[in-house]
Each structure stands twice: as structure tokens, then as C-alpha cells.
């Protein structure tokens, strides 16, 4: 099975190398490395089909807090001649007022933003040539101050327009459709990608994927359900051992909680990865507190299973946690740390090309060593769950408490091992299904049955009553 890449993934640069003695250490990369400043949108197309790209603002000219930015910028899309603008450009009377577009390499970017604003260019959109990486796109850095012969400190020349970089996917889909007309302004508190890993494990973000008022409902509803957290509530095992934890946790099963927040959710994070809202698993929110941590674990099992297979996993963050109060979600085998941020999604692949478990997708949560952490996680799966799984069993779960009831359990646990994961799962759910008919046909025959026995008692000749005496013969 091929991995299932999610709508939008980008590329990332991998770990930088650090030598330390003897031998070559990677250093752990940090995440989120943007946010709402550096994110802005570039649209085309009309009232019926709108298209859009992110832009990543760099951190020299106009930014996207300025009010030239923040406005909008609405122009016509041009090509710099020559195209990576390293010398002025050729084209400069048709870049007047314009989009001017580059492509990166060959020069620096203060150079090509030269070029840009020498031909009246009203903003420099840079195309990443990084193919091998084409959904990629990153903050173009300041440059530094120079320091002149006398030590005298001289501020670098900062370019008067706003300057975004694209990915080269985005850049080609621009140049393709030839929009007449661009609009350029500000992300905000939108949605955005960005790229943490391209590969093994695949890894990215979603910011601003939630809302406040989604983050409050999750917290209230799992809230009165909580417990701590066990085997049964995640039977993933890490070479046959049961993972440490110190958290409590809760499922939001469908039928406890499918609500216009819930459905707007999933659609959200539907229009994103690409994955049918069949293939999405119960939510399962958990609340660390101080000393709470999650030891190194896979989310995916070791053996390759159709139904029971979680190839994604979705980490909802519902708190901010400062750098010094831990919490922070690592890889270890990338190495990659990921700190959470309200209303941030952490997105990883726990499987490969081949649809086996993905080695480098272990993770981690780091002890909370100050103040309260929740998160929300939402696993896909591989194949979509079967009715009974989405609408009579949490029922039952909801009638139980909101946990499963330990004979469902351990029900469940026998079948698969005695017929394994795929062809113990079908069974236990066909069970429930078959035990649903029978309920339902013996709710709906009752009625015909007291009819059926009403109409026979009906039917029947009246019942003579003799005397018990003898008649005296004539």
C-alpha cells in the first residue's frame, strides 16, 4: 500500500548535522518555527472557483502587521526578465505596478528585491526552485547589518514592498493558470501548513486548525469523564511492553458528542488531509498535569492490519505550554520537538511505503513540569469504519458510562486472537449488528404477534356452559 500523503504536505530541509567528539550527532529541530506574521495568501480566479496559495512573508520590507500589507494588494502577475532577477530587469516598463515573480538561486534576496522596487514592482512574490522539496516554502531571512571600516554599524537596505516566498507547486499553478489578477494580503488567523519532516516519518502542522470556542467544548465535554489512563485505552505495544503514561484520558464517541462543532471539525480537517470522515476514528482527549507524560510509543500496530490500521494520527493541542513547563511532543528517531500551541494540529504518518509500522514514527509527550496540558487526538485509519462501529456500539458505550464494558472488551480481545486483527474486528462488529436484528425484529413482530393472538381469540365459536347436573330421561 502506498503511503497516503496528506492534501498540500510540504518539505523540509533534513536535520543539521553537528559533530560532537568522534561521532556525528543530529541536532533536534524545534517546531513551530512560523506563525500568524509570516503568514499571508495569495488568490485568484472569480465568484465561482476561488484558488489560493500560502506565502511565506520574509522578514525584510513591508510586513503583514503593516497597514499597506494588511489592506490587500490586488495586481497582475509578472515574470522578471532575466527570471531570478539578479540583474535589472528587461521587462521593467511591463513590471510597473505590478506582481513581480522570481525564481530563488544565483543571487541573494536583497538583490533580486532591488531589482523588484528599481522597476516599481508593488510586491516580490519568490518562487522555491528546491524541486525535490515542491511543496516547500520558508521566511527569507534579514540581512545582517554591515560594519564599516571605521566600526560604525550600517542597517541593511530594507526593500519598501512587501517580499512572500511560494513553493514550487504553487508557483507552477500560478504560471500555469495565468490569472489576469492577483490578490495578496495577509493570512491572519487562517489555517496554514507547515512542513516539520518530508519523510519517515512523514510530519507537518496545521496552525490555527481550531477555533476557542471547539477548544472549550472538547475540554467540557471530556471533563466529567476523565480516568487515568491505561492499556486498554490504547493497546499499541512497544515490543510486546506496555507503554508508560501518567495522564487521564476519555473517548468522545459519536454518539456521545456529534454536535455543529463536531461536524464542522471533521469537515475542516477533511478539506486538509483528504480523508473521508469515514476513515476517522473517536476522539480521545487527555489532560496532563504536573508530572503527566506519555513514554515512547507507535500509534500504528506492528502488524499490518486493514481495519484496525491507524496510518494517521491528528494531535489537537488545546493549551499553550511555555518551553520551560514541558510537554512538548518529540520524535526521537528524527530527531524532531514540537511544542504545543492552542489550536495547533501536529499531523504524522505512522506507516510507509509498504503499509507497515513506520520505525521513525515513534513519539513521545515530555512530563508537564508546571500548570495543566489537554490534547485531543484523532487517529485515521485505513479503511472505514463499519456501521456498527459508528453508530451501535458507542451507543452502547454512551449506555455503559462512556467507557466500554469490560465483557465488550474482553469479547473483543478473544475474537482477535483467535481469528486475528482484520478477521476478529469484522466479527465483532457483525456480532452487534446480528444482536440489533434480532432486537429489532423482536421489537417490531411483537406488535403482529399480540394482534395475531387477539384475532384467534376472536375467531373462536362461544364457549357453551353446561350444568353439571344430568338431564332426567323423558
Not at 17 to 22: A, E, F, N, P, R
Amino acid at each position: 500500500m502506498k503511503r497516503l500523503k496528506p492534501l498540500f504536505v510540504a518539505w523540509l530541509t533534513r536535520p543539521a548535522l553537528s559533530k560532537s567528539s568522534s561521532r556525528t550527532v543530529y541536532k533536534t529541530q524545534v517546531f513551530p518555527q512560523r506563525s500568524n506574521a509570516d503568514s499571508a495568501l495569495i488568490e485568484w480566479g472569480h465568484s465561482a472557483v476561488i484558488h489560493a496559495a500560502d506565502a511565506v512573508v520574509a522578514e525584510f520590507g513591508i510586513q503583514a502587521t503593516e497597514q499597506e500589507f494588511e489592506l490587500g494588494l490586488e495586481a497582475a502577475p509578472v515574470v522578471a526578465r532575466p527570471s531570478q532577477g539578479c540583474e535589472p530587469l528587461r521587462n521593467g516598463d511591463e513590471s510597473m505596478s505590478q506582481m513581480v515573480f522570481m525564481f530563488r538561486g544565483a543571487c541573494d534576496f536583497k538583490t533580486k528585491a532591488k531589482h523588484a522596487m528599481d522597476a516599481g514592482a508593488v510586491a516580490l512574490v519568490i518562487i522555491n526552485h528546491d524541486q525535490t522539496r515542491p511543496d516547500h516554502a520558508f521566511s527569507m531571512v534579514k540581512p545582517k547589518a554591515a560594519v564599516a571600516t571605521d566600526g560604525a554599524v550600517e542597517e541593511p537596505w530594507n526593500p519598501q514592498i512587501p517580499c512572500v516566498m511560494v513553493s514550487w507547486n504553487s508557483g507552477q499553478a500560478i504560471l500555469e493558470d495565468r490569472p489576469e489578477r492577483l490578490r495578496l494580503y495577509p493570512g491572519g488567523g487562517r489555517p496554514f501548513i507547515e512542513s516539520v519532516s518530508d519523510d519517515s516519518p512523514v510530519v507537518f502542522l496545521i496552525h490555527n486548525l481550531l477555533e476557542p470556542e471547539e477548544i472549550a467544548f472538547l475540554k467540557e465535554a471530556a471533563a466529567p469523564r476523565l480516568h487515568p489512563s491505561t492499556a486498554e485505552d490504547d493497546d499499541v505495544r512497544v515490543r510486546g511492553k506496555v507503554v508508560e503514561r501518567s495522564f487521564e484520558t476519555t473517548t468522545l464517541h459519536r454518539g456521545m458528542w456529534r454536535s455543529s462543532i463536531h461536524k464542522l471539525m471533521d469537515e475542516k480537517l477533511f478539506s486538509i488531509i483528504n480523508f473521508p470522515q469515514e476513515y476517522f476514528a473517536d476522539i480521545q482527549v487527555n489532560r496532563f498535569v504536573e508530572g503527566s507524560f506519555h513514554g515512547p510509543h507507535y500509534d500504528s500496530d506492528q502488524q499490518p492490519s486493514l481495519y484496525r490500521e491507524r496510518v494517521m494520527t491528528v494531535v489537537y493541542c488545546l493549551d499553550t505550554v511555555l518551553e520551560s513547563d514541558g510537554g512538548a511532543m518529540t520524535f526521537p528517531k528524527a530527531p524532531l520537538e514540537v511544542r504545543p500551541q492552542a489550536g495547533l494540529a501536529i499531523v504524522y504518518h505512522n506507516t510507509g511505503e509498504d503499509g507497515g509500522l513506520d520505525p521513525a514514527s515513534l513519539h513521545a509527550v515530555h512530563k508537564v513540569l508546571n500548570g495543566t496540558m489537554w490534547t485531543a487526538t484523532q487517529r485515521i485509519l485505513s479503511a472505514p469504519l463499519p456501521l456498527a462501529s459508528r453508530t451501535l456500539i458507542p451507543a452502547l458505550v454512551v449506555l455503559a458510562g462512556g467507557r466500554p464494558p469490560n465483557l465488550m472488551v474482553s469479547y473483543q480481545k478473544w475474537l482477535i486472537e483467535q481469528l486475528g486483527a482484520d478477521r476478529g474486528f469484522v466479527v465483532f462488529n457483525h456480532t452487534f449488528m446480528a444482536l440489533a436484528l434480532g432486537l429489532l425484529l423482536t421489537i417490531v413482530g411483537l406488535p403482529f404477534v399480540w394482534f395475531s393472538r387477539q384475532n384467534q381469540a376472536g375467531n373462536k365459536p362461544p364457549h357453551r356452559r353446561t350444568s353439571g347436573r344430568k338431564q332426567k330421561g323423558n
